[in-house]
Nanobody, 132 residues
Framework: QVQLVESGGGSVQAGGSLALSCAASGYTYSSNCMGWFRRVPGKDREGIAAIYSEPGGVGTYYADSVQGRFTISQDNDKNTVYLRMNDLKPEDTAMYYC???????????????????????WGQGTQVTVSS
């Protein structure tokens, strides 16, 4: 089965940085699409970054809320995905989840149409807390 294990969460002051990682096992879907969602208590989960294979290379997506501050990347084998978070703000405080595409688009959560990925697998989450 597909397993996604996140690490790297923690507590930082506003303006600081954190790097999250997600180690995937058993993931062989052709698109190799992985990404990150986050959830604030009482709020819907928000897809914030994705990375995926496309003809000729790799595509990325960022939500407006994190664009310019967060960077998604992956190892060459595409089994580990990272999220570098810079200039963190208190509103970034959330549980961050690694996600992966399993080929089914009948899922509760969806990426925007421009992202050719489904959200089928979830990690356990890692907490990020940003203080003022």
């Amino acid at each position: 089965q597909v397993q996604l294990v996140e690490s790297g969460g923690g507590s930082v002051q506003a303006g600081g940085s954190l790097a999250l990682s997600c180690a995937a096992s058993g993931y062989t879907y052709s698109s190799n699409c992985m990404g990150w969602f986050r959830r604030v208590p009482g709020k819907d989960r928000e897809g914030i970054a994705a990375i995926y294979s496309e003809p000729g290379g790799v595509g990325t997506y960022y939500a407006d809320s994190v664009q310019g501050r967060f960077t998604i990347s992956q190892d060459n084998d595409k089994n580990t995905v990272y999220l570098r978070m810079n200039d963190l703000k208190p509103e970034d405080t959330a549980m961050y989840y690694c996600v992966a595409d399993g080929g089914s688009h009948y899922s509760e959560y969806e990426w925007p149409p421009e992202v050719p990925c489904a959200v089928n697998y979830w990690g356990q989450g890692t907490q990020v807390t940003v203080s003022s």
